[in-house]
């Protein structure tokens, strides 16, 4: 009965393990996919996508032909960090770049257009030391896409402060996309600051008052939205220029 009880014990664990591999492989998949299409607005064939799993991805005009490109981030959800970065053609429904960044330890998919060119930059957000700062943190890397490949655009050391997130947005309506991003503050507190692209690098722009947490940022038709907790306050918030100030608005 005891070596019973150890051989049932030892299939549960068996099936349990090819549950969590076929849905990490495959079922999540669907949703990836699923959440893609909805994301695009669009009823469109992703078939392509269904070896990828899925961590990151975003879409914009990386050619500056007035195409959308997907631009995804591989790697399970789940894991911290992901391996290749994949464009797609949208139009052509086809792949059309492939490469390896899993030694950087990739976690991050951006895009934006941050010289106002009409043609979006590429951002990888990566772990890693750099030459100038011997210290593994979060870094965006920025890219363009030329002659199909990606060029090095921006690969600077960090931004002002230590970051938790970032993504790219036209906070002033100038035509070119600013950083924005969520920054740690020395005791703890967290801001949210902007950076302009100044044609060889990105300059401080504008910032907002602390606060005890920010959480979220996640852009909706063109809004940037983010989670604050104040003391024992929790909200949702917009981000807004008002009067050349940098503030959040509550909306909930």
């Given amino acids: 009965m005891k070596y019973f009880k150890i051989l049932i014990g030892i299939i549960l664990i068996f099936f349990m393990g090819f549950y969590f591999w076929f849905f990490q492989n495959y079922m999540r998949n669907e949703d990836e996919i699923s959440t893609i299409q909805l994301y695009l607005g669009k009823n469109i064939d992703l078939s392509f996508l269904t070896k990828e799993k899925v961590k990151e991805y975003a879409v914009g005009n990386i050619k500056g032909d007035n195409k959308d490109y997907l ?110 991003s969520i920054e740690i503050l020395e005791d703890n507190r967290k801001i949210i600051n902007t950076y302009k692209w100044k044609g060889f690098g990105f300059e401080a722009y504008l910032e907002t008052r602390d606060y005890r947490d920010i959480t979220g940022l996640m852009i909706e038709e063109d809004k940037i939205y983010i989670e604050v907790k104040e003391e024992k306050d929790k909200y949702l918030g917009l981000i807004k220029l008002q009067d050349d100030n940098l503030i959040i608005e509550r909306v909930d």
Wanted: proline share 5%; hydrophobic share 35%.
């Fill in 71 to 180: 631009v995804v981030l591989t790697g399970a959800r789940w894991r911290k960090f992901g391996k290749e970065v994949v464009i797609f053609s949208l139009e052509e429904m086809k792949e059309i770049y492939r490469r390896d960044f899993s030694e950087f330890k990739p976690w991050k998919i951006s895009i934006g257009d941050i010289d106002g060119d009409g043609k979006d930059e590429i951002s990888i957000g990566v772990y890693k030391k750099s030459p100038l700062h011997q210290v593994m943190t979060k870094r965006p890397f920025i890219y363009s896409f030329e002659d199909g490949k990606l060029e090095p655009k921006w690969r600077g050391s960090r931004l002002s402060r230590p970051f938790t997130n970032y993504i790219f947005s036209d906070i002033d309506k100038d035509g070119m996309d600013e950083i924005v």
